[in-house]
């Protein structure tokens, strides 16, 4: 058997490397799920692993070569972590600086300062989708538990009318929109416009956010009316700072990159002709890289040195704002290489001949298989990157927004009822101090609100544009 040449390492193999049958794919890729769902699961092994062995499972049960199954994980994995590595990179980097400079508690501050009463809810929503947008749901649910906590303890409110929206805020975010790994991921597998996605992303986060949030959390509340845990109220990162960066200034940090990718989106469309200087110019300036960097370094003076860090400070918060995404960066690599052993045993092919014979709407089969692997190994991430790779085909006919809308319908149902095989399930159970019943009430309630309706809404402007 032939090695394969570095080249084709990082393209990936062009033809399928088996021929197996429709049948033995089906159960190829039903065994290579089982695998790592069981070592996920039951062995508790990390996620990185357990997708590396599922895919070499997954070749092994295709029929296909060893050796070529290697080479198509690891070119899949290279060429993942090469198109979304660095992305990752920025956006921690980015959530870090925000974090520490007390930037998130500046907008937290600003905005319960102006909000009472009622507006409470809507303005734990703004919080929670603004500081989502660069920040890791991990992160964020840290960031914001302090503040849903004290304000749920001072004004007297129910903890879930204040806990769900927050968590809707950043939940959305983290399915939906770029720059967050599942997203990015998808957008790199289907070969999807990002700046199109994330207009489409916004567009079906707002209402998506409203229902599930603010609006759901009045039922939340009544079903489960549980007062703040007092020992979970951990000291916010701002209260060690002489001072902190302006509302107005972290604000624009924040958005920044979310700006210039809109407007390249924008000028894409308007324009429309790539010779054009406008159009060169903000087709760099409009770049994920580019974008995220220009907010990291803007980010450098409008939040480290305006809440006074020295230069060792910020280059002690970078190096620090790193060490944690190595995980995410190997999980979504070893995810990128079980998408790409899958699309070279066949298994693109076989679904796309499948959902031809079966009339399902390549939306509405993208939305199915998500939630199915969602449930199953109880990750978001990974079921968007087995997800993306499994439907990655389905996408070559399709219109610019069509693909935007490909990457949105997986998005939506890798949020799909969170349980006990979820990390953040055991999160919020924890900082919020409810038992497993209450919290499927109220998060898993709210997680599977936010995948069928963003499905829904996904569904319905398929059929607008």
Known sequence: ?????????????????????????????????????????????????????????????????????????????????????????????????????????????TILAKAGGRAMPWAMVLIASVIGLPLFFEVGIVLLIPVVLMVAKRGNYSLMRIGIPALAGLSVMHGLIPPHPGPLVAIDAVEANLGVTLALGVLVAVPTVIIAGPLFSKFAARWVDVPAPERMIPQRPSEDLEKRPGFGATVATVLLPVVLMLAKALVDIVVDDPETTVQRVFDVIGSPLVALLA???????????????????????????????????????????????????????????????????????????????????????????????????????????HTALLVLAIGAGSLFFSHVNDAGFWLVKEYFGLDVGQTIKTWSVMETIISVVAGGLVLLLSLII
């Open 295 to 401: 907010a990291v370094i803007v980010g450098m003076f409008t939040l480290g040195r305006a809440a006074g860090f020295t230069k060792d400070r910020l280059s002690t918060t970078v190096e620090k704002s790193l060490a944690p995404i190595a995980g995410v960066l190997m999980i979504v690599g070893a995810g990128g290489g079980f998408k790409q052993t899958l699309i070279d045993v066949g298994v693109g092919q076989m679904i796309l001949d499948f959902s031809k014979d079966w009339s399902i709407p390549a939306l509405l089969l993208a939305w199915l298989i998500a939630v199915a692997i969602r449930l199953a190994t109880g990750s978001a991430t990974v079921a968007t990157i087995s997800a993306a790779g499994l439907v990655a085909p389905l996408a070559a006919d399709m219109s610019t927004s």
């Open 1 to 109: 058997m032939t090695h394969l040449s570095v080249e084709m390492l990082a393209a990936g193999p062009v033809e399928p490397i088996t021929s197996a049958g429709h049948a033995q794919l089906g159960i190829a890729v039903l065994a290579g799920i089982a695998v790592i769902v069981l070592l996920i699961t039951k062995f508790k092994l990390h996620a990185f692993l357990a997708l590396t062995v599922g895919s070499l499972a997954l070749g092994a049960f295709a029929g296909a070569p060893l050796d070529k199954a290697i080479a198509s994980f690891t070119a899949g994995l290279g060429s993942t972590v090469a198109g979304v590595g660095v992305l990752i990179a920025l956006g921690a980097i980015l959530g870090k600086l925000l974090a520490d400079s007390g930037g998130a508690d500046q907008i937290v501050d």
